[in-house]
């Protein structure tokens, strides 16, 4: 049978009296919707002639839903125009054919597919949106409906709001009643009877009306944005939060946690008014609604931090601490703790430190409280998340936990020691976390009395009886963790250890994942811990991802190990680097091919001293990997890392490594990355002039936007790298790139792009300055233009720049010197800005000062300068951020101080204490470190220590500074 004969076919059947006849043809169609290939164009107007009169089949309501299963396949299947373009005139009965089918309440499959279709293409729905959404709503509040249909309705509605969120926001009167029908639903939940008293908590069940709709408030949220959707929760959640039903008060407080991720921004401005409406729940009388109170607060902790932290702490901390006393219903207990977890995470130091003794107090009670109680009646749930709390305080409070070590430490080793039962592991692991993070805050020195107990405790609870942990005890990823702080407490003592650590180790990095390919409409329990993604119509693929999590903590232990340990760690990398290299293509877990790629550089370390052969043999096995993955990696996030580590590895192997063959594919990928880049700013401008764009649009294509350059300044880093690795030698490789970083200075490309540009520009300057005078047509008068742009990293780049070209060609005969001449009132202009010293134009403004210093150190003679020149000049010191280019502005002062400037010492060195304050400004603010700036330390103790053995003079200029100042100079 050919392709008209089939088609023939399926046009007989569906002109058929037989309803059994079209339902075959539909069918078939629905299956195999791209079955006329190529040749579909030459068939569409018989299609649609098949299609259209079967949905619109008087008599057979099969057929009618049998017709917009297989529309939905077909239209699926085109782009949205060319849908737009001949099915128009579909919407209508197919909007009635889904209608019927929710009416009838039997065969949901219609409704599925058009919620797949919503998906695909939800601007084809634009001409029966409203007709669409008034139906949604009516059978969203109709309570007579099955649950699953009003949740699958309520999916179609959301899908929409996902994958048109601007066509949505121009129908915003169909938004408040909307989140009013799913506030509604989340009311929807069973008072159960000593709930609050369980040990062991359950998942939530999916199918329930509260959780769907929690979900669906999320999702909502996210789509639309706050502007769109905070003003209805607002007008909704406060009659809720006041009524007498505790459901309402619940599902009021629950709504605040499920709006706040999508309503960000919203919330955050309106942060105090919120917390202190939710706060007064936190006593409610009924312990699900103090359950959502707490659950509200840690919320909002985890998506606003750390600005939660800084302004609300006084109002949250007082109430979750005095909860955890709720001893009558450990869920709320456990939660109140869970909240505290959420709250300390991303908790500044200086926001914690003042409650620590209190709240350290009341852990040690909780925890020897519930310590016994697990003793006495085996009730574990709030012991195993206090004890996550005290892990987390302790994680942010670092070396300040130090006073209060003895206090948690005995019980904690009591319960790692004797919580042995098998419905004990999940308890024991988080104690064996907690353990471990503690000794990381506190350090080696006061670690040291236990390390050897709990190593050992370690040591005996993998190796037990010389039995194998099994797969799914929730130990091991604790235990694999616990190791590597252990490694870093230690250092490389740690590496005895490893025979013992890394056969568990490397048996969970290699864990292989079960994985499945079903039929679409083929049921699957998801509860067992399968994962599954639509590969067609027809099928899905699904991964159990039972033991990934367990895979995932190996590798990112294996990283960590490698990093610490370095040539301690050289017996295992030939193992490792065979179970990392294949993980870089590991699709089912994003952080496993994270961590695949950041262990490469590490590895290629710690074999450096085995010399150049092993070191290029490993890396030639690492590189067709690695190089494939920079070009196929499509997660934004795990791409930045594998740039990383490709920068990272350039930088490793230094010269010799890197074939030409080799750097050709490098090259390649990195001109991809750039072509797509420009695409990309193509996309955003047409996506301007669409008709639904609007601000939430233009928010959206600005975090696009600072994903690309996120991604722009990653191919930077390879390029400084390549540079400074192979100098005057990277230059022809260069020149296959130049076209796009000169494309990137363009006056309408946007301002990160011109950061970037210039930035490689200027390690074209640095790294190879023989060459640049043949790349100046390019980079002058753009460095020059940006120093006056909007953009501070602009800014900041184009003054590096200058500095370099004053540094690398100095003297009065430098070809630049007239353009560094030039660009001085530019540079002074930035200096002179009001907003100069703000933080997020420091950096920029620094490097104006700096690139100054370097004009007239390298360019125009200190000799040269006159008295206002340099009184203003100083007047710009201290720098208070830039720690690089302190060794220049600081090293250019001493050099007119060593050469007895006048003008900056002052008539009868009166300016000494001025010099003084600014130079030991410079290292309280650490500007200026020993460590990373050694010969500028002995210059300034050299000025300083001579002036101290004067002490008529050395009281005289102490009696001028600050007294930090005078403490810091105390030790010199």
């Known amino acids: 049978m050919n392709w008209d004969e089939l088609l023939k076919f399926m046009f007989n059947c569906c002109n058929s ?80 054919g889904v209608e019927d089918c929710v009416v009838a309440e039997d065969d949901d499959g219609p409704l599925k597919s058009f919620v797949e279709l919503a998906e695909k293409l939800p601007k084809f729905l634009r001409p029966g949106l409203d007709q669409l959404m008034e139906f949604a709503l009516r059978v969203i509040a109709n309570t007579n409906f099955a649950d699953n249909w009003r949740q699958l309705v309520l999916e179609l509605v959301v899908t929409i709001c996902e994958a048109a969120p601007a066509m949505i926001r121009k129908k915003d009167k169909y938004i408040a009643p909307l989140v009013v029908q799913m506030l509604q639903m989340m009311t929807d939940l069973e008072d159960e009877e000593g709930w609050a008293m369980e040990d062991e908590v359950e998942d939530v069940d999916s199918d329930e009306n509260c959780v769907a709709a929690e979900a669906a408030l999320d999702r909502l949220a996210c789509a639309l944005g706050g502007k769109m959707v905070m003003p209805h929760i607002i007008s909704a959640v406060p009659p809720m939060l006041q009524s007498k039903e505790w459901k309402h008060r619940y599902a009021g407080l629950m709504a605040i946690s499920a709006s706040a991720e999508g309503c960000k921004k919203a919330m955050e401005a309106n942060m105090s008014s919120i917390v202190m409406a939710c706060l007064p729940y936190i006593t409610d009388e009924h312990p699900r609604v103090r359950f959502a109170c707490c659950n509200a607060l840690g919320q909002m902790a985890s998506d606003f931090s750390p600005l939660f932290q800084k302004k609300m702490h006084d109002k949250v901390l007082p109430g979750l601490i005095h909860l955890l006393d709720d001893d009558g219903h450990p869920r709320v207990q456990s939660h109140t703790a869970a909240a505290l977890v959420n709250f300390f995470e991303e908790c500044p130091q200086n926001v914690l430190l003042p409650y620590l003794p209190d709240l350290c107090q009341k852990m040690q009670a909780t925890l020897e409280k519930k310590t016994m109680e697990l003793v006495q009646t085996h009730r574990k749930l709030v012991l195993e998340q206090i004890i996550t709390t005290i892990a987390t305080i302790a994680d942010t409070a670092e070396n300040h936990f ?226 494939k993955s920079l070009q196929t990696e499509m997660e934004p996030d795990i791409l930045a890392v594998v740039m990383e580590s490709v920068a990272s590895c350039v930088e490793v192997l230094g010269v010799g490594f890197i074939d030409g063959l080799q750097m050709e594919e490098l090259v390649e990928a990195m001109k991809n990355h750039l072509k797509k880049n420009y695409d990309k700013e193509e996309e955003r401008k047409q996506a301007r002039k669409d008709e639904d764009y609007d601000e939430e649009v233009e928010e959206g294509i ?160 200190q000799e040269n300068l006159d008295e206002a020149t340099i009184v203003t000049w100083l007047s710009w010191l201290p720098i208070q951020e830039d720690d690089e280019e302190s060794a220049h502005i600081y090293g250019f002062l001493l050099d007119l101080v060593e050469n007895n400037n006048v003008y900056v010492l002052g008539d009868n060195n009166a300016n000494l204490p001025d010099i003084i304050k600014i130079l030991t400004e410079g290292i309280i603010n650490k500007t200026i470190k020993s460590d990373d700036h050694p010969e500028l330390m002995a210059r300034i103790q050299a000025f300083i220590v001579p002036l101290q053995k004067n002490e008529a003079i050395w009281s005289a200029i102490l009696a001028k500074l600050p007294e930090t100042h005078k403490v810091l100079l105390s030790g010199q």
């Not at 299963?69 to 209508?92: I, N, S, V, W």
Request: proline share 6%; hydrophobic share 40%.
């Open 17 to 96: 009296g037989t309803a059994q006849h079209k339902e075959s043809a539909l069918s078939i169609l629905n299956s195999v919707p791209d079955i006329f290939g190529s040749a579909q164009q030459n068939y569409m107007g018989l299609i649609k002639e098949m299609l259209f009169a079967s949905l619109n089949d008087p008599d057979n309501p099969n057929v009618r839903f049998a017709a917009i299963r297989a529309t939905c396949a077909f239209l699926t299947g085109l782009e949205e125009d060319e849908a737009k373009r001949y099915f128009t005139d579909f919407l209508k009965p197919m909007l009635k």
């Open 402 to 627: 130090t006073p209060f070590y003895q206090s948690f430490m005995p019980n904690l080793k009591y319960i790692m020691e004797n919580a042995n039962d098998k419905e004990l592991r999940l308890l024991r692991g988080k104690t064996i976390e907690c353990i471990s993070l503690i000794g990381l805050a506190v350090g080696k020195e006061v670690f040291l009395s236990d390390a050897e107990q709990i190593m050992n405790m370690l040591l005996k609870a993998q190796t037990d009886d010389g039995e194998q942990m099994d797969a799914d005890d929730p130990q091991v990823s604790y235990m694999i963790s616990a190791w590597a702080r252990m490694c870093k407490i230690i250092g490389p003592q740690f590496t005895a250890y490893l025979p013992v650590v890394m056969p568990p180790l490397l048996r969970a990095a290699q864990i292989k994942p079960e994985v499945a390919l079903v039929d679409s409409d083929e049921q699957v329990d998801e509860d067992e811990g399968w994962e599954f993604v639509p590969l067609s119509d027809q099928q899905k693929f699904g991964v159990k991802t039972a033991g990934l999590e367990d895979k995932n903590t190996a590798c990112q232990m294996l990283v960590c190990y490698a990093r610490e340990l370095k040539e301690g760690f050289a017996d295992y990398t030939e193992q490792v680097v065979k179970i990392m290299v294949p993980l870089l293509k590991f699709y089912f877990h994003d952080l496993i091919r994270s961590a695949a790629a950041e262990s490469l550089p590490f590895l290629l370390e710690s074999v450096k001293h085995k010399g150049d052969d092993y070191v290029r043999d490993m890396w030639n096995y690492i590189c067709p990997e690695l190089f």
């Open 702 to 861: 600005e975090e696009e936007l600072d994903q690309d350059d996120y991604l722009l300044g990653k191919i930077a880093d390879i390029i400084h790298n390549l540079f400074g690795v192979y100098g005057e030698d990277f230059v022809q490789v260069f020149d296959k790139l130049t076209e796009y970083f000169v494309a990137m200075l363009a006056p309408d490309r946007p301002g990160l792009e011109h950061q970037w540009a210039i930035c490689v520009f200027d390690d074209l300057i640095d790294f190879a300055p023989n060459s640049a005078p043949k790349y100046q047509q390019h980079f002058l008068q753009p460095m020059m233009h940006y120093l006056s742009d909007i953009n501070p990293g602009v800014r900041q780049a184009a003054a590096y720049g200058v500095g370099a070209l004053a540094t690398k060609f100095p003297g009065t005969n430098s070809p630049y010197l007239e353009f560094c001449k030039n660009c001085i009132p530019n540079l002074v202009n930035v200096i002179n800005d009001p907003d100069s010293r703000e933080i997020e134009n420091m950096s920029a403004t620094e490097n104006c000062i700096s690139a100054i210093s370097k004009i007239f150190k390298h360019i125009i003679g």
